[in-house]
């Protein structure tokens, strides 16, 4: 189990190097260009993931399509409004509000699954809600589109992770994935049209490598959940705010404050408290494949 874990950690720092690469490159080229190389080269290492009894034509014949055609909905569109959040936030502040994804995860748990909510899970909404305000801090800093970004990538991420509650035990994982990629690679495709620029020689490396540690890290998360129960692994996602911060201070001079470490705190404890509350409860990761949820 031990192993398991270490690669679950391993997974989200190699996660948190994609997004690093993502926000460099957008300096340099559009936002769903990004989106759309990433796509691209993600898919090599994931291609490895195809499990013994698996068919591609499963990415095409899903058993219940219109739920996974909002799978691929939340999933690219998920994915487009992280791009826009790493380009334009700090590392950390971005991740911060990503994760406010449980909290949205038991909001809607309520409205649409009809679960009951104890006064411990309300209580950990409220406390990430004021981490984010700490992060945030509306009024004394400005609001930029990357924060309604990174707000939206969790609110789609949350999306994501109700759909895959009830697809979870009838749909296979290559399904669930492929079909996610190549819808991101399809929408991203178009709307780069419009803005598309080469990149150069010195850029292609840094796009080539965002796109491969993205397909890595899922590489190595299936790896950590068939060596660890997937709700040993899933806690680990919270160390990407960690590698975030030292990330941002080591490669773009990104030193949050007092109150931002404070928040960011705030956010992850409680999301980390609405997940294991949440599997206690019912046991979901035993029965969902577990997936980058924002993606």
């Not at 999306?159 to 009830?166: K, Q």
């Amino acid at each position: 189990m031990q192993t398991g874990i270490l690669l679950g950690f391993l997974s989200y720092f190699v996660y948190a190097c994609s997004d690093a690469l993502i926000k460099y490159l957008g300096g340099h080229i559009p936002v769903f260009e990004i989106g759309f190389f990433t796509s691209v080269f993600a898919i090599l290492p994931a291609l490895l993931t195809k499990e013994r009894g698996d068919s591609w034509r499963s990415v095409l014949v899903p058993h219940r399509p219109k739920l996974v055609l909002l799978r691929m909905t939340s999933g690219t569109l998920g994915g487009i409004l992280a791009v826009v959040a790493f380009t334009s936030l700090p590392l950390a502040d971005a991740y911060a509000l990503i994760f406010l994804l449980p909290v949205f995860v038991t909001i809607l748990s309520t409205l649409i699954l009809k679960e009951p909510v104890g006064w411990m899970r309300w209580s950990a909404v409220i406390a990430g809600l004021i981490g984010v305000l700490l992060v945030v801090r509306p009024g004394f800093r400005e609001i930029l589109p990357g924060h309604l970004a990174a707000i939206g990538c969790a609110f789609c991420g949350a999306i994501t992770v109700i759909v895959l509650r009830v697809l979870g035990p009838t749909e296979r994982r290559i399904t669930l994935i492929g079909s996610v990629v190549i819808s991101a690679f399809i929408v991203n495709g178009i709307l780069m049209i419009p803005q598309f620029v080469m990149p150069t020689l010195d850029i292609l490396p840094y796009v080539v490598a965002a796109g491969l540690c993205a397909g890595a890290g899922h590489l190595i998360q299936v790896y950590a959940t068939r060596a660890a129960p997937a709700n040993r692994v899933a806690p680990t996602q919270y160390s990407q705010i960690i590698w975030a911060t030292i990330i941002g201070a080591m490669f773009f001079d990104e030193f949050p404050d007092a109150f931002g470490i404070a928040g960011m705190s705030l956010v992850a404890l409680s999301g980390l408290f609405t997940f294991l509350r949440e599997e206690k409860r019912s046991g979901w990761s035993r029965r969902t494949p577990l997936d980058r949820n924002r993606v």
